[in-house]
């Protein structure tokens, strides 16, 4: 078992040679162990052609300690996060590599509010690096049994549809991705009342159509469709569907702090309060929440993280550069179908277009870049570039990785949670600006690397 399928906020490796049924096995018995062989937990998965497997073998390894288990089957993570949030369960689980390439699988824990473990997710990884299990006896191992996961998506679907209505009929494209919002995504958007068009609707953890991770580069056929079909928005799920990224009715991939910002806008008429943001979101964050009266905070990069701040500020809204989207009003995970629904009622009160909302809102320059870099090297490297920034005398914010502050933009170097990268993300306010930056940032990875 290697120690770098164990990321900050989940488990993840490529199956049958990273992560195999019988670390499965492990991970769920150390998952048992932390939770002391007591209480009842819900397991569901993705598409991928591995998950069965995987979810099979982490039930009976948290079996095995005595915890009951309940497992609904392929839902989409937001599905799994309700169920566990709503549901009589003191955990949950979900079986997913996310927005990785098909042959990835995982893990991710949940804690009884659908929100993710940070800080304990160290502490059930080291139970099953040592293998140090507490098992239960033959006749005190947990109960297994089952929810269908059509009655799983009923009741989240209900709960959202009581309480969002859609004023006036509208036209969406959903590009499923092949994954897990296939089942769900649609339903609920048709039942609320919009006209729903769908491509790469059929699951398959192969994710034929495209990447499971969505983008402009990876959405063209989106794109196309959604002018074609005259559609009032788009919108491409990742393969788990906690990520969404969305297209206007011109087929133009939209900023997710654009939208971010959007939704915000309609939650900050009824009440002010905080709004979580992490640190590789764009400037026009701040300036469009506190124009409204809002207050930003910025956090570290991962959806667990951002779920530890809404607790902390008691936040109304937050928001990830990646397509994570949190309303606190209705639960604290992340969930892009919730955010179609907010933004269909957001469409249906109004005669403006999106593009029109969103080209209201400035446009930085923006672009991003990732850089190879072996696990077990990325964090030294990042500990040679925090070094070198800070002996050139530059103003670093240390919040998540190296944040370079300027007064026309910023830069930003961190190891990647759940790759072997060290990813980076720059904004400037002209374009000039931000080549300078990418070199800036650029050289600095290089020479660190060399130094390791």
């Known amino acids: 078992m290697k120690d770098t399928i164990f990321r900050a906020y989940d488990v993840r490796g490529i199956f049958n040679e990273e992560l195999t049924a019988e670390i499965a096995i492990k991970i769920g018995m150390a998952f048992g162990t932390y939770l002391k062989g007591k209480g009842k937990a819900i397991i569901g998965r993705d598409v991928r052609t591995s998950s069965e497997i995987i979810e099979n073998a982490f039930i009976s390894g948290l079996a095995s300690t005595g915890v009951d288990v309940v ?35 995982g893990v991710r824990l949940r804690r009884e509010d659908g929100s993710g473990y940070t800080t304990e997710n160290q502490i059930v ?93 990876t959405l063209g ?78 956090v570290r990069v991962g959806d667990v993280f951002v779920c530890e701040a809404i607790k902390e500020y008691d936040a109304i ?60 090297l990325k964090f030294s490297v990042m500990e040679k570039i925090i070094s070198r920034f800070k002996n050139q005398g530059y103003s670093l914010d240390l919040i998540d990785g190296a944040k370079v502050n300027f007064d026309d933009g910023w830069a930003l170097l961190r190891p990647s949670n759940t790759s072997p990268l060290v990813r980076a993300a720059v904004e400037a306010k002209t374009e000039e600006r931000l080549k300078e930056l990418l070199n800036i940032v650029k050289k600095e990875f290089e020479a660190a690397l060399e130094e390791v």
Request: aromatic residues 8%.
């Open 125 to 217: 990884w080291d139970i099953a690096l040592k293998g140090e299990y507490n098992l239960a006896r033959w006749d005190q191992i947990g109960k297994i049994s089952h929810i269908k996961n059509k009655n799983s998506i009923e009741q989240y679907k209900n709960y959202l549809l009581e309480k969002i209505n859609i004023r006036k009929g509208l036209k969406a494209v959903l590009d499923i991705g092949n994954g897990a919002a296939f089942n769900t995504a649609p339903q609920i958007l048709e039942e609320a009342g919009v006209n729903v068009v769908t491509i790469n609707e059929s699951p398959d953890g192969r994710f034929p159509a495209r990447p499971s991770e969505p983008s402009d580069k």
């Open 317 to 376: 809204f937050a928001m990830e550069t990646s397509a994570h989207l949190f309303m606190p009003e209705y639960y604290i995970f992340d969930d892009p179908i919730l955010a179609t629904l907010l933004l269909s009622k957001i469409l249906s009160k109004t005669d403006r277009t999106l593009s029109d909302l969103v080209d209201e809102i400035p446009s930085y320059p923006y672009q991003e870049m990732n850089f190879s870099c072996q696990d077990d």
């Open 71 to 105: 497992s609904t089957g392929l839902v989409p993570i937001p599905v799994l996060n309700f169920m566990t949030n709503k549901g009589d369960y003191d955990a949950g689980a979900y079986i997913t590599a996310s927005h990785n390439p098909p042959e990835y699988n």
């Open 221 to 298: 056929d989106l794109k196309k469709k959604v002018p074609k079909e005259r559609a009032d928005f788009g919108v491409g799920y990742d393969g788990d569907s906690d990520r969404s990224i969305f297209v206007d009715e011109k087929g133009r991939t939209v900023q997710t702090e654009k939208i971010g910002i959007i939704l915000c806008r309609d939650i900050l008429e009824r009440k002010k309060g905080t709004v979580i943001a992490n640190v590789s979101c764009s400037m026009i964050v701040e300036e469009e929440i506190e124009k409204l009266g809002g207050t930003v905070k910025r």
